[in-house]
């Protein structure tokens, strides 16, 4: 009689599956005298292993692509965000914005067409603008001028589809993976025979819609293409066969051309050959469409934002939908801080303001024109009472003293090779854990990687000093204000007095001296000025040049009237270099401020662990790794 025992299901791995096939065989009176490692049996089993394993993996990919959390194709994670009412974004152009002037008295107007045509070289590769609306220029008395124009990177792209209601498959698809929605134009024209167009809008609040809003609506479709498609007479106009839809867009190369700022003007403009450019704002914002991560990220909160601005986390959203540059984004509210002019953003509440800082994907601020149009852009969304104000990135830059041991009988690595290694090691902790807001330096973390770098690193230490930059405006007496936002290195009044306190500062020279100057602190609170004398002494001129917050971090420097700035690390300089010391090892970055590791003045040193290589003398020998550092890098 068959021995009734169930196969074990619950396993998925392919061998788990074969010995389960094995051991249920085994058990039924049919099979009691096969040799199941033979040949023909062994491959039997391992085509029922195969098939299994290959089911449960394709059950478990479905189980996995049918929610947005754990799918893992952009046409799945696509999928759920459309219905969350999210749109993906598509690659940008770099956009550039110039003046172009006709030098012609002759013509009262001038139209410039959408698709005119203007160069740019960058590194000896020529790059080609688009503009992609029609504009207008009136005479000035010396000629035409278009304003304010902008310009994209690419080829002017038209495509056209005849509307055909008896193709079910008919699709109105951007035809390239690289076009760039943003600059889409969509009209319809009535027929082949009437070349009457109308222009259609993207589609961004149906409740507002009726049976004949002339709308489109947008969507990635599976293969990463675009697509376009409208409605049904309900919910928006709806098309009639022989209508043609027209879409005008542009393919770009997506960041090449960022940073292009000369442009001259290809072929005529209205019959106009001699033709002047003006750059308003160079070529910048070319980057790739929104990446998997992001889109789970933001779909669910754009979601929950409900298409209004109110928590921090909905301006974050909408900053990175209107901006899609935006690399990294912080955004806190008046209630966290605010923005002085001449201070900077200060932990002094100011409420009714939201505040918005934004690194793009080239590592840079908005400027000026970017800060306008993204504040333009948030204004439908905002809440009335609440204004956006956006700041600039303040960048702390920190010092690392690092010293490690190591055990040479566990490596054939020399000193200088692990050194390397740890140097890059930070390089990577440097990019992966910092250079973004919110960020901390968790010493423990950055340990234990320095530690993870080779197995024969037996122990490490990494001090850090901050250090913040300011320019002084030269020749005028001016004050000047640096937040480290974090508590500085002051166990008791008048700490390292002698030594020069925890504070130290590049030089400079000052109005009504000869000597170069410096700046250290007291360890009671005070700034002080001093030069070095010949025999190698500080000499103090001004004992209260300004004050030192040990508790938040805030330098103030007092009325300085700056001459000239002295060079540092080897380089001529614009700017004055202040260094200090944290309480802590553990750094935060605070409201806007981004943290970063200088390793150009990082110092990574090494030594055999006496004690772990057996060394007779390694107990007496043995000196741990420095624990503490003074402004100028040396153990006190």
Avoid: W
Avoid at 203 to 212: C, H, P, R, S, V
Avoid at 357 to 368: A, F, P, R
Avoid at 408 to 422: A, G, R
């Amino acid at each position: 009689m068959a021995n009734n025992q169930k196969l074990d299901i619950s396993e998925l791995d392919f061998d788990l599956i074969k010995g389960n096939l094995k051991t249920f065989l085994k058990n039924q009176d049919q099979f009691l005298d096969y040799d199941f490692e033979g040949s023909g049996m062994s491959a039997l089993l391992d085509v029922l292993s195969y098939n299994t394993h290959y089911l449960s993996f394709h059950a478990n990919m479905i189980a996995n692509e049918m929610f947005l959390d754990s799918a893992a194709l952009r046409s799945s994670v696509v999928s759920h965000a459309k219905t969350l009412g999210y749109e993906v974004r598509s690659v940008r152009a770099p956009k550039a914005k110039i003046n172009v002037f006709l030098n012609d008295i002759s013509l009262p107007t001038a139209t410039m067409n959408s698709g005119q045509v203007f160069t740019s070289r960058i590194d000896n590769v020529n790059y080609q603008f688009v503009t992609v609306s029609d504009f207008t220029a009136s005479q000035t008395g010396s000629g035409l001028l278009f304003a304010d124009v902008p310009i994209y990177e690419g080829t002017y792209v038209n495509t056209r589809y005849t509307v055909d209601s008896t193709n079910v498959d008919q699709r109105f698809i951007l035809t390239s993976n690289v076009a760039d929605t943003s600059t889409l134009i969509v009209k319809v024209q009535n027929s082949s025979t009437d070349s009457t167009t109308v222009a259609y809008t993207k589609a961004t609040d149906i409740t507002q819609l009726t049976g004949t809003s002339a709308v489109y609506y947008l969507q990635e479709s599976e293969d990463g293409l675009f697509e376009v498609y409208f409605g049904d007479g309900v919910v928006s106009k709806a098309l009639s066969d022989g209508n043609i839809v027209i879409l005008n867009y542009v393919v770009t190369n997506i960041g090449e051309a960022n940073g292009a700022f000369s442009f001259t003007a290809s072929g005529a403009i209205n019959t106009v050959t001699n033709i002047d450019t003006t750059t308003i704002e160079a070529a910048n914002g070319g980057s790739f469409a929104e990446s998997i991560q992001s889109i789970k990220l933001s779909a669910p909160l754009d979601y929950a934002a409900q298409g209004r601005c109110v928590t921090t986390n909905d301006y974050k959203v909408y900053v990175k939908k209107l901006h899609p540059n935006a690399d990294n984004v912080q955004v806190f509210g008046g209630e966290n801080g605010s923005f002085d002019p001449v201070l900077g953003v200060v932990s002094t509440p100011e409420y009714g303001k939201v505040f918005i800082s934004v690194i793009n994907t080239q590592g840079t601020k908005l400027s000026l024109q970017e800060k306008v149009s993204l504040i333009d852009a948030l204004e439908p969304f905002k809440v009335a009472s609440i204004t956006p104000v956006i700041v600039d990135p303040d960048y702390t830059y920190i010092f690392l003293t690092v010293n490690f041991k190591f055990d040479s009988n566990l490596t054939t690595k020399t000193k200088d090779t692990l050194v390397t290694e740890i140097t890059s090691t930070l390089t990577s902790y440097n990019t992966t854990e910092l250079t973004k807001f919110n960020a901390v330096l968790r010493n423990s973390f950055l340990l234990r990687s320095i530690d993870n770098t080779d197995n024969s690193i037996t122990a490490s230490s990494a001090v850090p000093r901050l250090v913040k930059y300011f320019s002084p405006t030269l020749n005028s007496i001016t004050s000047y204000n640096l937040f480290f936002n974090n508590a500085l290195f002051n166990p008791h009044s008048g700490h390292n007095e002698a030594l020069g306190g925890v504070l130290s500062s590049s030089g400079f020279n000052i109005s009504g001296a000869t000597e170069e100057y410096f700046l250290d602190d007291d360890g009671n609170g005070n700034i002080r000025l001093y030069y070095i004398s010949t025999g190698g002494d500080r000499v103090y001129t001004n004992p209260i040049i300004g004050t030192i917050n040990y508790a938040t971090g805030q330098i103030k420097i007092d009325q300085i009237n700056v001459t000239a700035i002295s060079n540092f690390d080897g380089e001529s300089s614009t700017l004055v270099r202040v260094i200090v010391v944290p309480n802590s090892r553990d750094i935060v970055a605070l409201r806007n401020q981004i943290l970063e590791l200088d390793l150009i003045n990082t110092t990574v040193t090494g030594e055999i662990d006496s004690i772990a290589v057996g060394s007779e003398s390694g107990g007496a020998t043995y000196s741990a790794p420095s624990a503490s550092v003074s402004p100028s890098g040396s153990g006190y």
